[in-house]
């Protein structure tokens, strides 16, 4: 029987700096997830490192990707650039399976935001919703322009802001409330396409928010 994986997000100590090199003193504080094989749940060829913090004014997230081909195309916002390389945050902020937030982006900083509606079989994705006050920043080790360079890896920050999660129980959030969230990333690589997460859905379809996990608000401050 399948069982949400659990991860107890911490406070913050001061804003987070976005600027996506990662090294701020609060994200050694906060807990590793590794993203496995969306379909298997086995280890990827090339691994993702997630984390993620909060405040009374953002939810932070942060993603450490290996990869020797670092690929992207789209520079605009709210393009399909899931067909590119992308890292993805979904997060169902009322637990209701239904309705919840995705933002996606790709190492060329460009962001995809959405408001998912998921019911019944229907799924829409509202493309005219935008996060107000979004940040977010890419680190590259590599050239992610050309396809077959040497590349290394590339790091992500995100800073979305808590007044996106209107439907949350409380804002911001109090010690011990729970959201149900999951944490992907696509690579596309020439051995072939990978699609991994936090929690796996067991098939190659993201939009599964019934398997997504529980992230547990803490007031431990890092």
Known sequence: MFQRPEYVCYRAARPIVIDGHLDDPAWQGAPAIALCLA?????????????????????????????????GVTTERDRDIYNQEVVELFVDDDCDDHSYIEIEVS???????????????VRRGLWDW????????????????RRGTDDRRWTVEMAVPMADFMTAPHLPPRAGDVWHANL??????????????WSPPGLIDYHTPERFG?????????
């Open 184 to 197: 992907y990333r696509i690579d596309r690589a020439n051995m072939g396409d990978e699609y991994s997460a």
């Open 214 to 222: 529980r992230v547990v608000f803490s007031d431990t401050t890092v």
């Open 130 to 145: 935008d996060s107000r006050g979004l940040r977010t920043a890419v680190v590259v080790d590599g050239d992610p322009t």
């Open 39 to 71: 379909d298997t749940g086995e280890a990827p060829r090339q691994s993702t490192t997630c984390r993620l913090l909060w405040d009374d004014d953002y939810l932070y997230v942060a993603f450490d990707c290996q990869d020797s081909d670092i690929w």
């Open 107 to 121: 190492p060329l900083n460009a962001v995809l935001d959405l408001y998912m509606l998921n019911r019944g079989g």
